[in-house]
Structure formats: C-alpha cells, structure tokens
C-alpha cells in the first residue's frame, strides 16, 4: 500500500515537473518571462534628512517570473560583520530604513542588496555610504508672506525649518533660498536667505498676487524639495504713485509751454538761427535798382561788361560805382569814386553770381556798432546800397574805397533809425552822373529826406526790410553832393505808390532783344526791399521791375519815365 | 620732552589693543580685562574658528574629488579604504545624541586631539603633492594652504579653550594643552606616514567635517545664539 501510494507520488510529482518545464515552454513561447533566477538589483541612492537617520532605495531586476525577496546586507567599516537592514517597512518598498542606533555618522556603511527567489539569487554592487555627505532634508515649513507697511509697502516672507532637522542645537546648519513670482509672469526669481528665517521683498507691484516657494540645503549636502507655494495679494496702493506721476506730467508740460512760447517769440531768432537766409543768384551785372529807375539805358550799361550790347543812346555812359557809406556819429568825406570803364567791367564782374554789395567793411562796422548801441536791431537782412551810376574818372576815389570788394555783408544788418540820421554829409556826385541818371532834374525837389548819409563807394543794392531803411537821395547840392537819407516811416506812402509791395515778386526768366526783360512768377523772402533812390522814382512811378537781392524781380508800378 | 611722550605712549597702548584683534596667531594682551583694551566675545571667537573650519573642511573636499578624478577613475575603488584612519584611536562621537552627551571640556578636547594629530600627516602630505608631476599646481596650493589651516584651527581652539576656561564656563580640569599630543601614540604617527596619498586625503576630509561639526556644537550649547 505505502509502496504504491509512493509510485503514485512520484509520478505525480514527475508530471507535475513535466507540466511546469511545459509551462515554462508555453510561457516562453507566448513571450513571457519565464521562471529563472532574479535579475541583478540596483541600489538606487542612500538619503539622510537629519543626520540622525538614512534610508536606501534600490531598484529590483527582473523577478525572474517567480516570488522575489530582497534582502539588504551592511558592514561597517573596517568590520567584517555582516548585519541585515532593520527596516523594509517605515520607508515603503524596496527600501531600507536605518533609524538612529542603526546609524553613525563618519563611519563607512559598505551596503549590499541581495535579490533571491526559488531559483536562485543575485547580489547588486556595493555601495559605500558616510552618512556625513548624504544629507538632504525636508522642505522648509510653515511658508508664509505677508503684507508689512514700513515706510512702504513690503512683502515678509516666514518660514521655519524643517521638523526633523536639529538646527537648534548646531547639528545641522541650513542655508534658504526662495524663489518668488508674480501670477502672471513665466519665469520665477530666484533670491539667496543664508542662514536667516525670513526674507523682506520690497517695492512689490500693487494689484497683483505673489507666489513664493523655499528650500534648504545643509553645508554640506543635498537642496532639499521646494515647500509649498505660499500666496499673496497686494493691494493697489498705486492712487499714490499715480498722483505723483500725474504732477511730474502736468509740470513737464508746463514747461514745454513756457518753451513753446518763448521759441515762437524769438520766432524770427530762431529762424534765422536755423536757416540762415540763402543768398540768391543774381545776373550778371544787372543792377535791379536801375529798373526803378526808370532808365532802361542804364540797366544795360551794367550789362556791358558781360558783352551785351549797348544800347545806342548811352555810348559813352559807362557804369561807375557810388559807395554808399554811413557815418553815424560823425561826418565824412563822400564822394563818388567813378571807375574807369575797365574798373567798372571789372566791378560789374565782380559782382557775378551771389549778392554782392561791396558794403566796405567801415560801413558794415559803424553799421553793427551803431546797432548794437541802439538795440533796436529788427533786420536781418543786411543793408546794401545798390546803384551803379555812371561816372567818369573826375573824382578821386576814396582811399578806403579802394578795397571794398568784398561781398555784401549780409550777416551784419544795417540799419539806420531815424534818429541817428543826423549828422550825415551829403553824397557827391558827379554832376554828368546825376544828369544822366535822372534827367536834370533836381534832386532837391523831393526833400524826404531828414538825415544824410556819408557815402564813399556806392555799389550795390540798398536792401531794406523796413521802410525807414531805405535810402533816397534827399538832394543835390551845388557841390554836386548827392545827399541821402533813409526813408522815413511817413514815407512808406510813397514806396507804396512805387507799388513796392512785400509779397509781388517776379524771377527774371530772360532778356529778349537786350532791353526786354522776361518775368515769371515766384516767391521770394517777404522783408526784402528794393532799395530806390532818388526822387525822380517817386514821383514817376511805372510799371518796372525792381531786382531783389536772390535775383527774384519784383513787379511794382512807376508812372511814366521822364526821361 | 614730556608732552611727545605722552602721546606717544598712548599710541603704543592703542597699537597694543589693536593688536588684539588678529586673534588666532596672537596672544591676547588684554586677555586678563585691562582697561582701553576692547577683546573680542566668545561668540566672535567661536565664529571665527567655524569659519576657518568651514574652510579647511572645503579645502579637504575639493582635493578629495581633484584625487578621486585624476587617480581613481574606477569606481569600485572610491570611498574604500584598507586600513583605519591613523586618528582612530582618539574616541570621537559618532551621532548626535552621543556628541551632546559629552561635557563640554571633553568635546574640546577631542577637537583639540583632532587637530594635534593632523599637523604631521599634512605637512607629509604636502611634500608628497609636490613630487607629483601630473596633479596640478593648484591642488598643490590647496596642500599647503590646508596643513597651515591645520595649525591655525588649533590655536584658535586653544584660545577659546583659554577664553572658556577664564570665564568659567569649563573647569580647569582639562588637561593641558601640550599633553594631547603627549597622550598620542607613538604607533598612530608611523601608521600615518605609512598611508598613501588618497587615504590620508579620505581620512581628512572625515575629520575636518567633526572638527566642524563639533564646533557648531559647543558654540551652540555654549553661546546660544541666532546662529543656532
């Protein structure tokens, strides 16, 4: 009976193996895992939060398809006891606690993982451990932020250290650091705490809601997790700010008024600062204020030089230069300084191209001195005396005519007020000049004048930009002195029967037929003048054209010549 | 004559006060509470002399891992050593029950005892960095500059030994200082000689780090402060 139940057992036990290795072969062959012994564990990392205890993870091989049991083994240093993990449990699976009599600091741990099941087992590397360089704690705790007002609004944020770290007593130090957000930014900030429990954030941004993380990390050792976001809202307290912003704005624009208003009173200083007036071209020799007057010969005369023809009547009549100079304060000599044909060519060559008035440098002095002195300055146009009368070689030049080549001098204003207009000798002219220019007539007959002007050498065109700069000749006397005067205010009447108006100016387009001159329309600097002379202009006004000082003609109506 | 001397004097006076403060290398002349001498609190002293340990323990640390790196590459050889720390023979608390334990004059004379019985093995191990060609300058730097530390810690410790022992917060049984290195064994000198380079280099960082730790310790049980 027992023989058999044994043969029975056996047989059993025999097919039961059968069945299992078919098992095994069917597993396989479905790509399962099947039974084998366990696969090599791996000890993941060791960690201690307080110093005081460690836990040590490992990671399990393959099970080798059958019930697996790990087993941890530990030496200590320089001992060859093998002891056993004291803890599977309190730190969850695959772990191993040590509590505090399990645990030495500054001791070498040599840990050991053994993985076993019904078929055999395998052992992982071993790990050496000092529980002195493995530290890493907790998070910090009780993370909070709250709203101080100090002198301004401020965030405090408090925490305190983890539970289970002993900082109280020296053991472990631990260093803080936080990282603070605003809700809606992406990126966090990141601010260092040291050794101190709490941390002030300044100057927060009002109406928005701050977000704030801590952690620590020992001396030596591991940053623990980050704690818990703590939240808080700041109010807007901005009403404050904004007012003073509101201030700064109202002020800063206060000031920009007041700039404003002073720029558009030195509106004509800043102007000219700015963009300086441009000289404008001018022909050749054209004498523009011999259009005024009236004497179409003469207006050619100046033209000889360039090769124009004369014209028929005035053969022997060349261009000859009057230099007007002022002497304000005192009196001088004046006379004409009549050129010679071949000074007068080279003076009407002279005065190509640009504006050139060959105000002699005394002149333009006395002229700036006496402005200065004045204050009254308005122009900025400079004076320039126009006129090129004929002339013959009878009168002596001026010593100090004989350098004034110079180019009209625009930059220094010239003006003389009426007050100053006295004292002024008369002009000399030549009296074949005078006759010419004007007909016999005398010039005496239209006294307008109250003041006088010295005169040396007279070229140019006398600008004015208002009409108590404009120079007439007041008379001749006997001496064949030709005296000027600036044009008084009263006397604008007249200028205006001239028909000189600001803003009616005409360019010079071509001279046709050598005594016909081609105007189109164009604009031109509103104070610029015409400077007349000579009564003869007044009282016969006539349609001529009167040449501004950037070659742009303008129109103004003279009644019939007399000459 | 007698109004230059008597600036003088004070001069010499103040020179002598300042000099006070470089505390660790100096002996404090106004230790015994002269009067103008303004000596520095306990606390101050034990920050210092945790600061300096903080460092040494750096020092030991980065020459640990710049060895590690240049001469042990393979890993199954870091952190195991064949043979004890020559400075197992001193008893040191392994845990922090075990070190608040100890009295306080005890705990100082560990660290003292620590500190004497690294001051050779440095110095050796600084003349060995400089026979080797391949570790870097630098490293050979650190060497130098951990043995002095080593010296210094000490008498730093010693003067707050001093400073503890004047105001009464240990008894004067502590043995006196120039007995600790008596007291070492003969055997644990040639054992330190007879290590290489990397052992003495582990078994210094391991000791620098109780140094450290045993400091903030009694500063902490000693001057309780915000520190703690």
Redesign the interface.
């Known amino acids: 009976m027992e023989k058999g139940f044994a043969r029975v057992w056996r047989k059993t036990g025999t097919r039961l193996t059968l069945l299992y290795l078919l098992l095994l072969l069917v597993g396989r062959m479905n790509g399962e895992a099947g039974v084998a012994p366990p696969g090599k564990p791996r000890l993941i990392n060791c960690r201690s939060p307080e ?2 205890t460690f836990t040590c993870w490992w990671e399990p091989g393959s099970s080798g398809g059958l019930p697996t049991s790990y087993t941890l083994f530990y030496r200590k ?2 001992s060859d006891v093998v002891y056993e993990c004291p803890d599977y449990i309190t730190a969850g699976d695959n772990s191993c606690f040590f509590d ?1 009599n399990h ?6 741990y ?1 840990i050991t993982v053994v993985a076993q099941n019904a078929l055999g087992n395998a052992s992982s590397d071993p790990m ?1 451990v ?1 529980v ?1 360089n493995i530290v890493q704690p907790h998070h910090p705790e009780n993370v909070t932020v709250t709203l101080m007002q100090g002198e301004n609004l401020y965030l405090q944020v408090k925490w305190q250290p983890p539970r289970m770290a ?6 472990i ?1 631990l260093t803080y650091e936080l990282l603070v957000k605003r809700e809606e930014d992406d990126e966090w900030e990141e601010y260092f705490a040291g ?1 101190q429990k709490q941390y002030q954030l300044f100057s927060p941004h009002p109406g928005e809601t701050y977000m704030v993380k801590v952690r620590c990390k020992p ?2 050792g591991y940053w623990s997790e980050w704690s818990a976001t703590a939240y808080v809202d700041v109010p807007d307290y901005l009403p404050r700010e904004r007012s003073v912003w509101m201030l700064l704005a109202v002020f800063s624009a206060f000031v920009f008024l007041i700039f404003m208003w002073v720029l558009a009173l030195k509106k004509n200083r800043v102007k000219h600062c700015l963009l300086p007036p441009v000289p404008g071209p001018k022909i050749k020799g054209f004498d523009s204020c011999l259009l005024k007057m009236e004497k179409s010969e003469e207006i050619f005369n100046g033209l000889i030089g360039l090769g124009f023809r004369p014209p028929s009547d005035s053969g022997d009549l060349l261009v000859d230069y009057l230099e007007v100079s002022e002497s304000i304060q005192s009196e001088s000599r004046h006379s004409l300084s009549p050129n010679g044909k071949d000074q007068v060519k080279d003076s009407v060559a002279d005065h190509s191209g640009g504006h050139l008035c060959d105000v002699p440098a005394i002149l333009a002095e006395k002229c700036n001195k006496e402005m200065e002195a004045q204050g009254d300055v308005q122009t900025e146009e400079s004076l320039e005396t126009v006129g090129h009368l004929a002339g013959n070689d009878n009168h002596t030049p001026n010593p100090s005519a004989a350098s004034s080549n110079q180019p009209c001098v625009q930059e220094s204003p010239y003006h003389v007020p009426e007050e100053s207009k006295q004292g002024l000798d008369p002009v000399t002219w030549d009296n074949d000049e005078l006759s010419s220019y004007r007909g016999n007539a005398p010039v005496h007959g239209k006294s307008h004048f109250n003041s006088e002007y010295v005169t040396e050498r007279w070229q140019g065109c006398l600008q004015v930009t208002k009409p108590t700069e404009y120079v007439e000749v007041q008379k001749v006397n006997q001496e064949n002195t030709l005296i000027l005067k600036p044009k008084a205010e009263e006397e604008m009447e007249d200028f205006l029967q001239l028909g000189l108006r600001g803003q009616d100016y005409s360019k010079v387009s071509e001279l046709v037929n050598d005594h016909i001159l081609l105007l189109e329309r164009g604009s031109t600097t509103p104070n610029t003048y015409c400077g007349s002379l000579g009564s003869p202009v007044q009282q016969q006004p006539k349609q001529t054209l009167c040449q501004g000082p950037n070659g742009y003609v303008e129109t103004f109506t003279v009644q019939s010549s007399s000459y | 004559m007698s109004k230059n001397v008597r600036p003088g004097s004070l001069f010499v006076l103040l020179l002598m006060c300042l000099d006070l403060h470089t505390l660790v290398e100096s002996a404090p002349i106004c230790a015994h509470g002269h009067t103008g001498c303004h000596s520095p609190t306990l606390s101050d002293l034990f920050d210092r002399v945790i600061q300096h340990s ?1 460092r040494m ?1 750096g020092l030991s ?1 980065d020459l640990h891992s710049d060895f590690e790196q240049y001469f042990l590459p393979s890993r199954n050889q ?4 064949n ?2 720390c020559h400075t197992a023979y001193i008893l ?1 608390p ?4 075990n ?2 334990r100890l009295a306080r004059e005890e705990l100082t004379e560990v660290i003292l005892k620590l500190l004497a019985a690294w001051r050779d093995p440095l110095s050796q191990f600084h003349r060995s960095m400089a026979r080797h060609e391949d570790f870097t300058s630098i490293s050979g730097n650190k060497a130098l500059e951990m043995s002095d530390m080593v010296h210094q810690l000490k008498n730093g410790v010693e003067k707050v030994a001093e400073k503890m022992q004047l105001l009464g917060m240990i008894s004067n049984s502590l043995m006196s200082l120039s007995s600790t290195e008596a007291l070492a064994p003969h055997s644990a000198s040639s054992e330190a000689r007879s290590m290489s380079d990397y052992e003495l280099l582990y078994c210094f960082r ?1 000791d620098s ?2 140094v450290q ?1 045993y400091l ?6 000693i001057v309780a402060e ?3």
């Open positions: 110093k005081e240093e320089n505090k645990t030495s600091i500054w001791v070498n040599n050496d000092d002195m002993d900082t109280r007593s020296g053991w130090t050794l001396d030596h | 903080a323990h640390s870091i952190g195991r050593i043979r004890k040191t392994n845990g922090k029950e070190a608040q391991r780090n109780k730790n903030k310790i009694l500063k902490c049980r915000h520190g703690c």
